[in-house]
């Protein structure tokens, strides 16, 4: 069992930071995949980054590729999503997943957090 809470959400300008952490409770964390994934007012959750258990491969979508950050800490049983240069269209309540599989995708997560406001002002 595995159980998720992320932190670090907030308001913040066009172009500025904020970094996401994800706090993993279980002694096999570390044998997760483990990512975030979003979701805006009306539109469906969407893939943003994911780490695989030994810290690589890491896999990005597209729209944050350059500009966001995953990382992990096994030691600590943590994640954390840096982002940086962020837009007003990256808006979203931030979700932290972990699953067993190797591809991190919304339908194979096993858990999830209850989800991290993010919201840039233009």
């Known amino acids: 069992q595995v159980q998720l809470v992320e932190s670090g959400g907030g308001l913040v300008q066009a172009g500025g930071s904020l970094t996401l952490s994800c706090a993993a409770s279980?002694?096999?964390?570390?044998?997760?995949?483990v990512g975030w994934f979003r979701q805006a007012p009306g539109k469906e959750r969407e893939f943003v980054a994911a780490i695989s258990w030994g810290g690589s491969p890491i896999y990005y979508a597209d729209s944050v590729k350059g500009r966001f950050t995953i990382s992990r800490d096994n030691a600590k049983n943590t994640v954390s999503l840096q982002m940086n240069s962020l837009k007003p269209g990256d808006t979203a309540v931030y979700y932290c997943?972990?699953?067993?599989?190797?591809?991190?995708?919304?339908?194979?997560?096993?858990?999830w957090g209850q989800g991290t406001q993010v919201t840039v002002s233009s």
């Open positions: 279980g002694r096999t964390f570390s044998s997760y995949t």
């Open positions: 997943a972990a699953s067993i599989a190797i591809v991190l995708t919304a339908s194979n997560s096993n858990y």
